[in-house]
């Protein structure tokens, strides 16, 4: 049996596309992030409010009452109902939780002089500034780029 590890350095610009909608972040690679959508087993990436700058619907970010609260919310369009789901996890303190994920059309991470894209991912969207120092505003998980498939420029 063959582990493959991510190895190498932790930043990289990161450019989510959801629907006509693009939103860039500076992501931090997280070795420690092994966050996987149960259903599908895709990997899950964590997003900041901060780096969406209104780019999506807020009814993504503040709903009470649940999963079926945020599917009846009047306000959030149908596309983006049919691609938002609720991902288990356990929080740094160890408590269990739920956080509203999506999923994107596509996310490409340049990182390193490469050009990586992760089509099979989900992005968790969280109200919290995920760096202290503001150094990054999405987390992105390993898998990404190990699994992701490198995109080749045109010559």
């Known amino acids: 049996m063959t582990v493959r ?26 070795s420690g992030n092994k966050l996987y959508e149960p259903l599908t087993r895709l990997p899950v990436m964590f997003l900041s409010r901060e780096a969406c700058d209104d780019a999506l619907p807020s009814g ?30 356990s ?28 089509p099979r991912v989900f992005v968790a969207l969280t109200d919290h500034q995920l760096s202290g120092a503001g150094d ?4 992105l998980h390993p898998d990404m780029l190990i699994h992701g498939k490198m995109i080749i420029p045109a010559s």
């Open 60 to 89: 993504l970010f503040h709903h009470e009452g649940g999963f079926q609260s945020l599917l009846d919310d009047e306000s959030l369009p149908g596309e983006w109902k049919s691609r938002v789901t609720m991902i288990p996890y």
């Open 91 to 118: 929080s740094v303190d160890g408590s269990r939780q739920w956080i509203t994920a999506i999923r994107p059309d596509r996310v490409i991470i340049n990182h390193e002089g490469k050009k990586i894209e992760s």
């Open 5 to 30: 590890k991510w190895q190498g350095t932790t930043e990289a610009q990161v450019t989510i596309h959801f629907f006509d909608r693009t939103i860039r972040s500076t992501g931090m690679i997280d």
């Open 136 to 139: 990054f505003d999405s987390i």
